[in-house]
């Protein structure tokens, strides 16, 4: 056959060259459609109507709350917008791809706007929440600006695959995703102020306390206990409703940075302080590094289990942030434990430059009871020094100065979230740094040895609340 087409000047059916032209189908799909483009103006304002209709509906009727069993922990808001954006894609682009369906586009980025401000407003309205149904909201929120961040991301390739190709470099949902990502840190940053603020008492108590005594109950202070059981009762109800494990590092993070410093200034404000005061409050923030390192593992996820085990990777930018702000208290104390001939040196030795000032030293000579001449030679000692780094050696830092180590024998050691009840006398008769330092290791010893039996403790206070 292929001769007789050779001689008839015909070619087969492979021979024949393959047409350059689209099928039909292709050609004249979109032709009708895009008629009635420039009279779609009416649909898009209707459109618009519609959805400002939505999400005024949705957002007066937001509750701000779920069911603690409720997997998908968002607000129902979020999920009414994103179904009507859902629908209004899906009909506008069964009527056209082009300009009216960019148009529409234009509209999802504006009620996401909207809606973010509509979150943020809420968040300035729970900076100060104190129960626990505003701390769940603020959860609610953070999520829920996470859910949204993350769906600008998959709107947008839907939106490009459903439109014409000369829209696809306009189309950008990133600003929008911003905004989403702007709710985040402000709800974060929420949350964690409004855990300091549930806190503000123990910090009041800490300051009442009467540290010119010579003699102090329990093994710990009043103040450290009620710190204890704010952060037992709030911060497990936070990392449950958090969805985001990474948003409970920033949490963590946020809440160290902020209210240990705090915790810092606060030893500025005591009046006088007697050496059994300074031994007490060395403990003290011994056992609250114990505890604050915990924080990271706080969660009632498994019941009575009251604390989870992230990995250390997970933790340990945490536990440098927390050990290098404790420090700072630290070396304060020891400065304030120091013989008064050498208090200039040792301030300048143990306390960085950029954390010192003549005011605060000024404060340390108050709570030294420094009086006079004694006190103004100090001053002008410390003002001539030019606030820079003494000749006297290092003690290697704060922390290892007070012997604070992991890795050292494990002890039993009393709740630290319950007084003891018992009166004991001061931790030693007179006031010397070799002294204080053997007292100081010995307790730091015996309190960060005890870790698993804190968690254990910490799960008992839980269950008691719960």
Same mark, same amino acid.
């Given at each position: 056959?292929?001769?007789?087409?050779?001689?008839?000047?015909?070619?087969?059916?492979?021979?024949?060259?393959?047409?350059?032209?689209?099928?039909?189908?292709?050609?004249?799909?979109?032709?009708?459609? $895009?008629?009635?483009?420039?009279?779609?103006?009416?649909?898009?304002?209707?459109?618009?109507?519609?959805?400002? &209709?939505?999400?005024? +509906?949705?957002? /007066?009727?937001?509750?701000?709350?779920?069911?603690?069993?409720?997997?998908?922990?968002?607000?129902?808001?979020?999920?009414?917008?994103?179904?009507?954006?859902?629908?209004?894609?899906?009909?506008?682009?069964?009527?056209?791809?082009?300009?009216?369906?960019?148009?529409?586009?234009?509209?999802?980025?504006?009620?996401?706007?909207?809606?973010?401000?509509?979150?943020?407003?809420?968040?300035?309205?729970?900076?100060?929440?104190?129960?626990?149904?505003?701390? #769940?909201?603020?959860?609610?929120?953070?999520?829920?600006?996470?859910?949204?961040?993350?769906?600008?991301?998959?709107?947008?390739?839907?939106?490009?695959?459903? $439109?014409? &190709?000369?829209?696809?470099?306009?189309?950008?949902?990133?600003?929008?995703?911003?905004?989403?990502?702007?709710?985040?840190?402000?709800?974060?940053?929420?949350?964690?102020?409004? *855990?300091?603020?549930?806190?503000?008492?123990? /910090?009041?108590?800490?300051?009442?306390?009467?540290?010119?005594?010579?003699?102090?109950?329990?093994?710990?202070?009043?103040? =450290?206990?009620?710190?204890?059981?704010?952060?037992?009762?709030?911060?497990?109800?936070?990392?449950?409703?958090?969805?985001?494990?990474?948003?409970?590092?920033?949490?963590?993070?946020?809440?160290?940075?902020?209210?240990?410093?705090?915790?810092?200034?606060?030893?500025?404000?005591?009046?006088?302080?007697?050496?059994?005061?300074?031994?007490?409050?060395?403990?003290?923030?011994?056992? *609250?590094?114990?505890?604050?390192?915990?924080?990271?593992?706080?969660?009632?996820? #498994?019941?009575?289990?009251?604390?989870?085990?992230? $990995?250390?990777?997970?933790?340990?930018?945490?536990? +440098? *942030?927390?050990?290098?702000?404790?420090?700072?208290?630290?070396?304060?104390? #020891?400065?304030?434990?120091?013989?008064?001939?050498?208090? =200039?040196? #040792?301030?300048?030795?143990?306390?960085?430059?950029?954390?010192?000032?003549?005011?605060?030293?000024?404060?340390?000579?108050?709570?030294?009871?420094?009086?006079?001449?004694?006190?103004?030679?100090?001053?002008?000692?410390?003002?001539?020094?030019?606030?820079?780094?003494?000749?006297?050696?290092?003690?290697?830092?704060?922390? &290892?100065?007070?012997?604070?180590?992991?890795?050292?024998?494990?002890?039993? /050691?009393?709740?630290?979230?319950?007084?003891?009840?018992?009166?004991?006398?001061? /931790?030693?008769?007179?006031?010397?740094?070799?002294? =204080?330092?053997?007292?100081?290791?010995?307790?730091?010893?015996?309190?960060?040895?005890?870790?698993?039996?804190?968690?254990?403790?910490?799960?008992?206070?839980?269950?008691?609340?719960?």
């Amino acid at each position: 056959s292929s001769g007789i087409n050779a001689e008839y000047g015909e070619t087969s059916e492979k021979e024949k060259p393959k047409s350059k032209i689209p099928p039909p189908s292709k050609r004249f799909k979109g032709m009708i459609s $895009s008629c009635f483009d420039p009279y779609m103006d009416l649909y898009i304002e209707q459109e618009d109507r519609n959805m400002a &209709a939505t999400l005024e +509906k949705s957002m /007066l009727e937001e509750t701000w709350t779920i069911e603690d069993d409720v997997g998908n922990k968002i607000l129902s808001s979020a999920t009414d917008l994103v179904v009507y954006f859902a629908q209004a894609m899906k009909r506008c682009s069964a009527l056209t791809r082009g300009q009216p369906f960019f148009d529409l586009y234009t509209l999802f980025k504006r009620y996401f706007n909207r809606y973010s401000a509509f979150l943020t407003q809420k968040i300035i309205t729970l900076e100060r929440a104190s129960t626990e149904p505003e701390s #769940k909201t603020l959860c609610l929120i953070i999520n829920t600006g996470e859910y949204c961040s993350q769906l600008t991301t998959q709107m947008t390739e839907n939106i490009k695959r459903k $439109s014409d &190709a000369k829209f696809h470099d306009r189309i950008d949902l990133k600003t929008e995703q911003q905004e989403f990502s702007s709710v985040i840190a402000k709800g974060v940053k929420a949350l964690a102020s409004s *855990l300091e603020n549930k806190l503000e008492p123990a /910090l009041i108590t800490m300051v009442k306390t009467p540290w010119g005594n010579t003699e102090f109950e329990g093994y710990q202070s009043e103040y =450290v206990t009620q710190i204890a059981t704010v952060l037992s009762s709030n911060v497990p109800i936070y990392h449950t409703w958090l969805a985001s494990s990474s948003h409970f590092k920033y949490f963590c993070d946020l809440f160290a940075g902020s209210f240990i410093p705090r915790l810092v200034s606060q030893i500025y404000k005591l009046r006088r302080i007697s050496n059994e005061g300074v031994e007490r409050l060395i403990l003290d923030i011994t056992n *609250l590094k114990t505890i604050l390192l915990e924080i990271p593992n706080m969660s009632n996820l #498994k019941g009575k289990e009251l604390l989870s085990s992230p $990995s250390s990777s997970n933790t340990s930018r945490y536990n +440098k *942030l927390v050990n290098r702000e404790v420090g700072k208290a630290e070396a304060l104390l #020891k400065v304030i434990v120091s013989k008064n001939e050498v208090l =200039v040196d #040792k301030y300048t030795a143990v306390v960085p430059e950029q954390d010192r000032s003549e005011s605060d030293f000024a404060k340390i000579l108050d709570l030294k009871s420094i009086k006079g001449f004694e006190r103004q030679e100090l001053l002008d000692k410390y003002l001539n020094s030019g606030k820079t780094s003494s000749t006297l050696p290092s003690t290697g830092g704060a922390s &290892a100065s007070l012997g604070v180590s992991l890795g050292q024998k494990e002890e039993t /050691l009393p709740n630290p979230l319950t007084p003891t009840g018992s009166s004991s006398s001061s /931790l030693t008769g007179g006031l010397n740094a070799s002294k =204080v330092n053997d007292k100081v290791n010995e307790a730091a010893n015996s309190v960060v040895a005890h870790t698993q039996a804190f968690r254990r403790l910490l799960s008992d206070v839980f269950d008691k609340q719960k």
